[in-house]
């Protein structure tokens, strides 16, 4: 039990320092390309992905309760997502990380872009002092992290697929 909860936690550890890695390159290139400044493009590079890191924690949760548990109650959320984490019910009926449909992988995507583009501006503007740099940075770079993440989720949705449809095999054999 103990080590299935240390794998649960490894595996969930991995997947946001996966996502705050490919933030960090993308967020220094976009800030530099912008501002040609090496210092403030390295500044705003690692300030604006440690604070997003946070939020995408955040906008990951609120997600993980609207994909499948929208109509339980936080006890029963919780619990559903202990067991679902810990394998203890078939991942497959109850997917909290694969958007059920294309539309709520479109609303996901939009929320964590408008999410990414305020951060990202009162970062820039926090580092810059400069509202052009500040606009710059928090629309381009939103929108070329954007496209990172959705290809980060759907790396991180094949990756617990394959973990839960290993297990099912391996269940199955014993």
């Known amino acids: 039990m103990v080590e299935m909860v240390i794998r649960t936690v490894r595996a969930l550890a991995l997947k946001i320092a996966s996502y705050a890695t490919m933030h960090l390159i993308v967020a220094i290139l976009v800030a530099y390309a912008i501002t040609r400044d090496w210092t403030l493009a390295l500044a705003i590079g690692m300030v604006e992905p440690i604070v997003q890191t946070?939020?995408?924690?955040?906008?990951?949760?609120?997600?993980?309760?609207?994909?499948?548990?929208?109509?339980l109650d936080p006890l029963q959320e919780t619990a559903e997502a202990v067991e679902g984490r810990?394998?203890?019910h078939d991942h497959h009926a109850c997917n909290h990380t694969l958007p059920t449909s294309f539309r709520t992988l479109a609303w996901k995507t939009?929320?964590?872009?408008?999410?990414?583009?305020?951060?990202?501006?009162?970062?820039?503007?926090?580092?810059?002092?400069?509202?052009?740099?500040?606009?710059a940075v928090g629309t381009l770079e939103p929108l070329v992290?954007?496209?990172?993440?959705?290809?980060?989720?759907?790396?991180?949705?094949?990756i617990e697929r394959r973990r839960a449809e290993r297990k099912a095999r391996e269940l199955q054999a014993a």
Do not use: K, N
């Open 86 to 88: 810990l394998g203890f």
């Open 54 to 71: 946070f939020a995408f924690a955040a906008h990951d949760r609120v997600w993980h309760r609207i994909e499948r548990r929208r109509f």
């Open 145 to 158: 992290q954007t496209v990172f993440f959705t290809l980060h989720d759907r790396v991180w949705a094949r």
């Open 110 to 135: 939009v929320t964590y872009g408008v999410m990414h583009f305020t951060v990202a501006v009162l970062v820039a503007f926090a580092l810059s002092g400069d509202w052009r740099v500040a606009l």
